[in-house]
């Protein structure tokens, strides 16, 4: 495997439809995310593993512009437990380069969306902005409720997922397909690829969640590596650290005085503008913090409102939390993502994990335990085993990773593609969780989707790609930005080089 970090910068037998039996439609427009120009839908009954038990995917596609090549781009979301079709039209922009010759797939994975969902709805009518403590307890006896409710939950997995997708390639005609995912699509494409080698053309994963990395485990560990990641780039920023000076001193008092004595404030939601009153724990404000890491933008205003945190006004910080959770969570499945936690992460092995040397405390796990869900939850059909292993595959791998990703960082991506003899591992400076949408990265991933190789694949534009400019105070970043004696090195050292965050186990 080739590694390049940009601080500067099988056989398949026949297991689904006939492709003229598929018959696309217009979309359902009450779903969002499908009122686009060129969006085809389709509902498709697969088979499921070990099961005589049959469901219904929810499929769109987005025709190829001409000349569609034979392996479409296949779009795999995260979570777990997000629809794709639903994110369909906000992740299409990443691929239009793609599209000029290929077709786009999406495709609800079983217990999203409008492929059999889990979605627990009793955990949608929670009020979030109630006592951490009380809104846990009711979102595990709402999770523990629809656990003994909900058929099927056992056919929900990633091997099925990755079975499932094959079934989507052979009902459509396609001979091979490139896959793209993110998050915990990563795991999906993966083992696609280990599943199905022979038509698997190229893989490009974003942000890495292998099994092993056992969510929420080794959750606290990655959050607290981003957040001082974080608090370095502001150091070396000269305005920024004039403005916050010791940033982790100052954090690490804001948990300890958290910690020590809890206060109640009264936070306006930024959307709703509903007023609610809370008890603020250092759970709650280090859970707030990793969401809002999440987001390249949102970041740039994280050492501002830790610091106003740290002076008693929480409004700020809250409002980047929710700006970020609201986000995903129309599209996320509460209850698929609680069956392949249970399912799978809960079943993984210990791995040494070593710390980078720089991480802050970040104690939100308490927030984030499904254990007493998961001893509700059925065993998935299949031993989930297999996927905590690196594969070993020869296909063409592009592995991505951010600077700041809080919750794949590129420890994962190192993990994961030890094996991978023909794959590159780009970690790209001023990234978070999710990179493939930044500067010239479309174009990239279209250009390597095309050669399906990295010969001639010129990545100097990533070079431009950096972290962004921290506000200083609340009418935005300084105007100008002196260049501190390290990053006057930076520049001037070359755009590929080795990466300095950790090695593979």
Not at 36 to 63: D, K
Not at 428 to 443: A, D, I
């Amino acid at each position: 495997m080739k590694k390049i970090n940009l601080w500067l910068l099988a056989g398949c037998t026949s297991l689904g439809a006939n492709a003229a039996e598929v018959r696309f439609n217009a979309c359902d427009h009450s779903l969002n995310g499908t009122d686009f120009y060129g969006a085809e839908c389709a509902a498709l009954a697969v088979n499921t593993q070990q099961s005589e038990h049959i469901t219904t995917l929810n499929v769109l596609r987005v025709r190829a512009l001409s000349g569609a090549a034979a392996d479409p781009l296949i779009v795999i979301t995260g979570g777990p437990g997000t629809a794709a079709v639903s994110l369909a039209r906000q992740y299409l922009g990443f691929f239009t380069e793609v599209q000029k010759t290929r077709d786009i797939v999406f495709i609800d994975q079983r217990g999203t969306g409008k492929s059999e969902p889990f979605n627990c709805p009793q955990t949608s009518a929670l009020d979030s902005t109630q006592a951490a403590e009380q809104l846990i307890a009711q979102t595990q006896a709402a999770l523990k409720y629809c656990a003994h409710t909900q058929a099927n939950l056992n056919t929900i997995s990633t091997s099925q997922a990755a079975w499932d997708i094959e079934q989507v390639r052979q009902a459509l005609g396609y001979a091979q397909l490139n896959l793209w995912g993110s998050s915990y699509g990563t795991r999906v494409a993966q083992e696609y690829q280990r599943l199905f080698p022979a038509t698997s053309r190229t893989v490009i994963i974003d942000g890495v969640a292998p099994a092993i990395i056992a969510l929420p485990h080794y959750a606290e560990q990655d959050a607290g590596h981003a957040l001082g990641a974080l608090f370095s780039a502001c150091a070396a920023q000269p305005a920024c650290h004039t403005a916050f000076g010791d940033l982790p001193q100052r954090w690490q008092q804001l948990m300890l005085d958290l910690q020590k004595n809890p206060p109640t404030q009264a936070l306006q939601h930024p959307r709703t503008q509903v007023i609610n009153t809370m008890e603020i724990s250092a759970a709650l404000v280090a859970n707030w913090v990793r969401f809002a890491l999440y987001n390249r933008e949102l970041s740039a205003l994280l050492p501002l409102a830790i610091t106003q945190a740290s002076q008693g006004d929480f409004q700020p910080l809250a409002n980047l939390a929710q700006t970020a959770s609201d986000s995903v969570q129309d599209s996320m499945s509460q209850g698929m993502h609680a069956a392949i936690l249970c399912g799978e992460d809960s079943h993984a092995p210990s791995l040494l994990h070593p710390k980078s040397g720089h991480e802050v405390v970040m104690p939100f796990a308490s927030l984030n335990d499904l254990r007493p869900v998961c001893n509700e939850m059925p065993a998935p059909l299949l031993p989930p085993e297999p996927l905590f292993e690196p594969i070993k595959s020869a296909v063409p791998s592009l592995v991505l990773s951010g600077q700041f990703d809080p919750v794949t960082p590129a420890f994962w991506g190192d993990w994961a593609s030890q094996q991978l003899s023909n794959s590159q591992h780009w970690v790209v400076e001023g990234g978070h969780h999710g990179v493939s949408g930044l500067g010239c990265m479309p174009k990239l991933l279209a250009d390597f989707i095309a050669r399906a190789s990295f010969n001639g694949l010129n990545t100097d534009c990533l070079k431009t790609l950096k972290a962004t400019a921290f506000f200083v105070d609340n009418a935005g970043p300084a105007l100008s930005q002196p260049i501190a004696e390290n990053q006057l090195e930076a520049q001037n050292s070359p755009g590929l080089i080795s990466s300095p965050t950790q090695d593979a186990p």
